[in-house]
Structure formats: structure tokens, C-alpha cells
T-cell receptor
């Protein structure tokens, strides 16, 4: 069955460092891969979408890579800040006409 | 833009009672989704609508769950009768014109069934 794994349940890093989160998938061929941020008591908020024919996408301090050979996406936050502390969810869909499935998320904590 | 609006924010009920969750999607969005989030199972898609028509309800756990979308600005998710294992956060989300891209989520309804 299809499976999405995010590298760890929790990640703690020092302010100013680069946070790197991993999303691996099996038995799936996504055309779209998305990252969402979720704060406690709130719904997920869309951050970035990358397509299968794109290797990398950036938005301000965020960078996403998509390796369809390794079946993996990396999500980077550079110059991390305590305000970046949240749970980050990876999400996949086979096409723009397919429903989205979510990973279980990684809880990121940035300590001052 | 007010975003996706869900009500109530919290619902506490007793086993066997009927529960109705409500959602107002973003105006102009063609797709509406109901998700459920638990610690054990993460975010699960229950059902989605396209232009008010239910398209895929394969994620609805049992016949106790039903969802309707009588018009483009309102949807309900009903659980009757409710059970303790239904306790979770229920999210409504909408999407403008493509199923597989960019979801806009509401703040969710925290449901506790005692």
C-alpha cells in the first residue's frame, strides 16, 4: 500500500541553523508534492508545491527539493527562527485531478 | 477574504448523540474536503465534493457518517450515533479549481465523545 514517511516525529535545532525535514514515499508516483505548516489548534497552511519535473523550488527562507528517483523530498528552512516552530506536513497527489494524501508530520522546535 | 469557516470550534457530546459539524468554504472554490486528524492516523480524507456533488466518500469510516453540501457556501458532516472512537479534530478545506493542488483549511472542530 502507498506510504508517506516523514523522517522523525520531532526535530530540535538552534536558532540561526538550517532545519532540514525529510519526506519519503513508497508505492506511489506523485506528480505534485506539497508542504504545509500546522500550528497547535489551527488547520494546516499551504507553504510550497513542487511538480515532478521540478528539482527545486524556493520561497524566501524555504527551499524544497523533489527527487523522484530516490522517492524523497527535502524541506529546508534557512536562518531558522523560534517563530518557525510548528509541525510540518508533507502531502502528495498523483495529478491535479487526484486527491491529496498527507504524511504524519514532523514537529520542529527552534530554540533561541 | 474570511477563509474557510468551521463551527463549532469545540464539541463535547455523549456517546450515542448526533453531532453536526459545519463548514463554509472560500467563495468561488469548486472543491470542498472533509478531513479527520488524530495522533494515531494523522490527517485522513473522509469525503470531497466538486461543485456541491459528492465525488469520493471512500474515506468515510462507517454508515454513521454522512456529509452534505446543499449549496456552494455550506457543507455539513454528521455523525449519528457518535462513539468515543470518533473523537478527533475534523477539518474542512477548500480548493479553487484543482483537486490535487493547494488546500485552504479551516481551523477545525475538536470533537470529544464521552
Amino acid at each position: 500500500s502507498q506510504k508517506i514517511e516523514q523522517n522523525s516525529e520531532a526535530l530540535n535545532i538552534q536558532e540561526g541553523k538550517t532545519a532540514t525535514l525529510t519526506c519519503n514515499y513508497t508505492n506511489y508516483s506523485p506528480a505534485y508534492l506539497q508542504w504545509y505548516r500546522q500550528d497547535p489548534g489551527r488547520g494546516p497552511v499551504f507553504l510550497l508545491l513542487i511538480r515532478e519535473n521540478e528539482k527545486e523550488k524556493r520561497k524566501e527562507r524555504l527551499k524544497v527539493t523533489f527527487d523522484t528517483t530516490l522517492k524523497q523530498s527535502l524541506f529546508h528552512i534557512t536562518a531558522s527562527q523560534p517563530a518557525d516552530s510548528a509541525t510540518y506536513l508533507c502531502a502528495l497527489s498523483r495529478s491535479s485531478a487526484s486527491k491529496i494524501i498527507f504524511g504524519s508530520g514532523t514537529r520542529l522546535s527552534i530554540r533561541p | 477574504d474570511a477563509g474557510v469557516i468551521q463551527s463549532p470550534r469545540h464539541e463535547v457530546t455523549e456517546m450515542g448523540q448526533e453531532v453536526t459539524l459545519r463548514c463554509k468554504p472560500i467563495s468561488g472554490h469548486d472543491y470542498l474536503f472533509w478531513y479527520r486528524q488524530t495522533m494515531m492516523r494523522g490527517l485522513e480524507l473522509l469525503i470531497y465534493f466538486n461543485n456541491n456533488v459528492p465525488i469520493d466518500d471512500s474515506g468515510m469510516p462507517e454508515d454513521r457518517f454522512s456529509a452534505k453540501m446543499p449549496n456552494a457556501s455550506f457543507s455539513t458532516l454528521k455523525i449519528q450515533p457518535s462513539e468515543p472512537r470518533d473523537s478527533a479534530v475534523y477539518f474542512c478545506a477548500s480548493s479553487p479549481d484543482r483537486l490535487g493542488e493547494k488546500l485552504f483549511f479551516g481551523s477545525g472542530t475538536q470533537l470529544s465523545v464521552l
